[in-house]
């Protein structure tokens, strides 16, 4: 009780003291509850609220007017004022029907779009104003994301967008791919200058990281204005690229964005190659050709042995003649087995019968019982 009543008379003795702010300035600051609007500043105006705020606005309703103001105005320049004075001169010569209808077409459409220009102030009532309804929305939202039981569900929809989607590419290829005949040209076969052949990648018209790759090959061999030193220099130069069991060199590209330009590099490349095997200054004879990088296929071949020529059918056919002549001399000496004979008389002869033995079950006593349950096994004769 000692300590707490201590602890409460050192707590008044504080509060009872006297704040010297002889020296300090401090300013109070009203602090503001929770809100989501903004801090406004003191002294700047609020728009009232009278009539659901609307503004009005002030346009001229005709031309004449619009020009009037503007030549009042002391900021024109002389060319925009003459400007307007020719446009307002020729306002005041427009017959006086169509001015009055000018002014009521414009008056129609300021008053129907007076609701536009309304401002919607928010409601203070709610904190995040989630009643408020949002005018920028085309349409209204309230109450799309009830199910009424009156839709498919999303498997379904899935279902008919691939049915149009399949309807959509028959349609194509019934009514647009005929009229692709009328660009088919005639298949030309390459002639033998055309010793490059390119190969390319496409999607369908769709894009793929892999429809800029380009490949290239051709056959040493074909170029014919490079001598067999030079062709041979030239697979040397192409290195793990060619292939020495089809003897053909086969690079490709895919650097570049477009298949053009993957194209024209791998020209550029064999050009240079081709300019590079040409140079007589070293033609690589004292390197062997290196053909470590390519797995060669081991081709298996027919033995020629296995072939049936003609003295092979005469020696198979007399080894057949012989075999029938040993099996006669067999029947004749009766020492030739004949199995169909030997199960016949098998099964003629009393053996046969202890095949057709059927296991019965006894009962007590020795007594067979007609279920076969219980018992021991004992075997009769039919």
Known sequence: MASSANALRLGLRTCSRQT??????????????????????????VPKREDDAKLEFTRPYNPGEFLSEKLRSDDLQDWERERYER?????????????????????????????????????????????EKDTDLITNEDG?????????????????????????????????MPLLSKYAKPFVP????????????????????????????????????????????????????????KDIIKMSCEKFEHQAQNKRYLGDLIEKMIAAAKDPKDTFEDIPLDTRHHTFTKKISFPKEWLLTEERKKELEAARQQALLKDAEKVVQGALVDGADVVKQYLESGAAEALHAVPVMAGRGGKALPGGKGGKMQRSKR
Not at 149 to 173: C, P, Q, T, V, W
Not at 222 to 239: F, I, N, P, Y
Request: aromatic share 10%; proline share 6%; with cysteine.
């Open 144 to 176: 799309e994301d009830d199910f009424h039981e009156n839709d498919i569900m999303s498997l379904g929809h899935g279902k008919l967008e691939e049915h149009r989607e399949f309807r959509e590419y028959a349609r194509i290829a019934v009514w647009e």
């Open 190 to 245: 390459p002639t033998s200058e055309e010793v490059l052949r390119f190969r390319y990648t496409t999607y369908m018209g769709e894009f793929h990281p892999a429809d800029r790759k380009v490949v290239v090959e051709f056959c040493p061999k074909d170029l014919r204005d490079l001598s067999e030193v030079q062709q041979r220099k030239l697979m040397k130069l192409a290195g793990p690229r060619y292939n020495p069991e």
């Open 87 to 131: 446009a307002l001169t020729s306002w005041e010569q427009t017959p006086d029907d169509l001015k009055r209808g000018w002014s009521t077409m414009i008056r129609d459409i300021e008053q129907a779009a007076a609701p536009l220009r309304r401002v919607v102030m928010p409601r203070r009532s709610t904190f995040w104003y989630e009643e």
């Open 20 to 45: 010297q702010t002889s020296n300090l300035r401090i300013a109070a600051i009203q602090r503001r509850a929770l809100s989501a609007t903004a801090t406004r500043c003191e002294g700047v105006p």
